[in-house]
């Protein structure tokens, strides 16, 4: 039955839960173990937040607590589906996928990065995908090595 045909109420909800899909980067979806362990666990969590709102009486509440966490599960499931585990860098002597790279900014600011996967990127932890423009900027360079990337030099201090 449309929701044309129940009361106001549910109009409303159903236009909030027709959450679009989170959307889903056109790179390769390369991901180190850990970015691969913190996929599964995302995904199960938001497959715990879909049951736990199943289990709400009211079907207009149900639907609204069940939105986001569906949308999650399908990202995160899809995720999983096209995650390529890379391994280590078998050497420090150029920047790849998993290297962990201490450079200095044009500025004189000192800082130290791990290129990962997309899903686990964060610069406040220490980690940035590998698809960010320093990232890009850096693959394949050793110690020493001087790129631009946001309109400043970059130099490469050490990689491990």
Known sequence: MSVAFTKEESAETAAETLLPDRPVSPHPNFVTKAGLKALE?????????????????????????????????????????????????????????????????GDGRVQTYTIV????????????????????????????DVVEASGQEIEVLAIA
């Not at 937040?49 to 939105?67: K, L, M, T």
């Not at 406040?124 to 423009?133: C, D, L, N, Q």
Request: proline residues 5%; without cysteine.
């Open 117 to 144: 996967g997309e899903d686990e990127a964060d610069p406040k932890r220490g980690m940035i995908s590998y698809v960010s423009p320093v990232a890009q900027r850096l693959m394949g360079k050793a110690a020493g």
């Open 41 to 105: 666990d995302q995904l199960r969590e938001a497959q715990l937040a879909y049951e736990s709102a199943q289990g709400i009486e009211d079907v207009n509440e149900r639907r609204r607590e069940s939105a986001l966490p569906l949308r999650d599960a399908r990202y995160f499931a899809s995720r999983l589906r096209t995650a390529q585990v890379m391994q280590p860098p078998a050497s420090t002597e150029a920047i790849a996928f998993g290297s962990t790279v201490t450079f200095r900014r």
